[in-house]
């Protein structure tokens, strides 16, 4: 089978459960020259077009907001809460798990994630679906915290 079963797909999603050398391990998986959607109208939604370009857009910006170790991700369901297509196409529905902001601020969110993988088995195109209204009020608000403090400590 030239793309990734159900099985390969969790096993590569479980990554994301354990942060942050899980996280390096899932983005192995991921194509240098991806498409990654965040779909919606948010500080943090966008169209980005590299792994590169987006980590450091979004993932770091996200990890940077985060208390230790980060975010931590688990697939609904196990491998049941994958669905695979045709042609490498696959979603993926996730939430967060025991994820807070640096000011203890519980982040709860839900993902589903759309996605294709080629034939190597990397992830080419990726677009994430999730509450945007959680994202802004809890990592918006954090991102406007810390900046606050940033502005308050220049003096």
């Known amino acids: 089978?030239?793309?990734?079963?159900?099985?390969?797909?969790?096993?590569?999603?479980?990554?994301l459960?354990?942060?942050?050398?899980?996280?390096?391990?899932?983005?192995?998986?991921?194509?240098?020259?991806v498409v990654w959607t965040v779909t919606g109208h948010s500080t943090f939604s966008g169209t980005w077009y590299s792994k590169a370009e987006y980590r450091a857009a979004i993932?770091?910006?996200i990890g940077?907001?985060?208390?230790?170790?980060?975010?931590?991700?688990?697939?609904?369901?196990?491998a049941q809460g994958i669905i695979v297509g045709e042609n490498g196409w696959v979603v993926v529905e996730m939430r967060?798990?025991?994820?807070?902001?640096k000011g203890g601020v519980p982040y709860d969110q839900h993902y589903s994630?759309?996605?294709?993988?080629?034939?190597?088995?990397?992830?080419?195109?990726?677009?994430?679906?999730?509450?945007?209204?959680?994202?802004e009020k809890?990592?918006?608000?954090?991102?406007?915290k810390q900046e606050q403090e940033k502005k308050i400590k220049a003096g």
């Open 1 to 15: 089978m030239p793309y990734p079963t159900r099985s390969e797909v969790h096993d590569i999603f479980l990554n």
């Open 138 to 144: 809890v990592l918006g608000g954090e991102k406007a």
């Open 113 to 135: 994630w759309t996605l294709r993988f080629d034939t190597d088995h990397k992830i080419v195109e990726l677009k994430a679906y999730l509450d945007l209204a959680t994202l």
């Open 64 to 78: 940077g907001l985060l208390a230790e170790p980060g975010y931590t991700l688990l697939v609904d369901d196990g």
């Open 59 to 61: 993932w770091e910006q």
């Open 96 to 101: 967060t798990v025991d994820t807070k902001t």
């Open 17 to 33: 459960a354990h942060p942050p050398s899980g996280t390096d391990a899932f983005f192995t998986h991921v194509h240098d020259d």
